[in-house]
């Protein structure tokens, strides 16, 4: 089965890392992307900008209107993901909990279920 893991933290909390903070996160998710190759997991992945480099785009029945930022003011943003592909999601959420993340949502990809033959 296929799953993305997404990755949310408190982008100030980010922000405030020293540059030897912020290298020490980067070397954990490089040994993180390691073990998902090593484990034949690895599918992709990406850090994202901030969240005020985003924009929204809402569709209320004919009218669509752009916004900047995520669609709703959250404690926690969605800084990056992982898409990973492994037998089971008790396997997705072994993995996330090797993640150097605060909260990771683990969510199945549609159309990845394993079929019975």
Same mark, same amino acid.
């Given at each position: 089965?296929?799953?993305? %893991?997404?990755i949310? !933290?408190?982008?100030?909390?980010? +922000?405030? =890392?020293?540059d030897?903070? #912020? @290298?020490?996160?980067?070397a954990?998710?490089?040994?993180?992307?390691?073990? %998902?190759?090593?484990? !034949?997991?690895?599918?992709?992945? +990406?850090? =994202?900008?901030?969240?005020? #480099? @985003?924009?929204?785009?809402?569709?209320?029945?004919?009218?669509?209107?752009?916004?900047?930022?995520?669609?709703?003011?959250?404690k926690?943003?969605?800084?990056?993901?992982?898409?990973?592909?492994?037998?089971?999601?008790?396997?997705?959420?072994?993995?996330?909990?090797?993640?150097?993340?605060?909260?990771?949502?683990v969510?199945?990809?549609?159309?990845?279920?394993?079929?019975?033959?």
């Open positions: 089965m296929k799953f993305a %893991l997404l949310y !933290g408190d982008e100030g909390s980010w +922000e405030a =890392l020293s030897e903070g #912020r @290298a020490q996160m980067y954990q998710h490089e040994a993180f992307g390691s073990w %998902l190759e090593e484990s !034949g997991y690895d599918r992709g992945g +990406e850090e =994202l900008h901030p969240s005020d #480099r @985003a924009k929204t785009v809402r569709a209320d029945g004919e009218r669509i209107t752009v916004s900047d930022g995520p669609f709703a003011e959250t926690e943003q969605l800084g990056g993901l992982y898409l990973i592909e492994c037998p089971s999601i008790d396997d997705a959420v072994e993995a996330a909990r090797r993640l150097p993340a605060q909260i990771v949502e969510r199945p990809i549609v159309g990845s279920e394993e079929r019975p033959d």
